[in-house]
């Protein structure tokens, strides 16, 4: 890997990552000075492990409806097309140790959780494909794991 490439996930030497973390992969500045915060939450070691796509769609959706329980400005959380994580925008916000705060109390959320949020076919694309019970398993890992959330190049446990 010797080009600079456009996308900064392309530029991360995934071997040298260690999953579960929570990182900050950029922050883009609009021309009227607001500030785009972009996070990486890694689940699984990637090119080790991933998330199985039902379990995955589940916590997406309980993720993007909880996450605005506990951050006003989140713009989006969306999945990584290799299963292994996920992409969170926010507007505005620079505190790190908030968001880790915010990201615990949605993964609590999702442990509480009695049914998956939109999970029919008129809210969404592929209604049969969900799995609460996947999505708690995922949200219990990553919670299990939280003191290594900020280890992004730690060792792999």
């Keep these: 890997m010797t080009e600079k490439m456009n996308v900064e996930s392309f530029n991360l030497d995934h071997t040298k990552v260690r999953a579960p973390y929570v990182r900050l992969v ?3 500045e609009g021309k009227n000075g607001d500030k785009i915060h972009k996070y990486d939450i890694r689940f699984k070691q990637p090119n080790k492990a991933h998330m199985e796509m039902d379990a995955l769609h589940s916590i997406e959706h309980l993720m993007a409806e909880k996450s605005r329980n506990h951050l006003d400005n989140v713009i989006d959380i969306g999945p990584m097309g290799c299963q292994t994580g996920f992409y969170l925008a926010v507007l505005n916000h620079d505190d790190y140790d908030e968001i880790l705060k915010a990201l615990e109390k949605t993964f609590q959320d999702v442990l509480e959780a009695d049914e998956v949020p939109a999970c029919n076919e008129v809210q969404c694309g592929w209604a049969a494909n969900h799995s609460l019970e996947g999505a708690k ?6 919670l299990d794991r939280k003191d290594e959330w900020k280890d992004v190049f730690g060792e792999e446990a």
């Design 137 to 142: 398993q995922l949200a219990q890992e990553i």
């Design 26 to 28: 950029g922050i883009t």
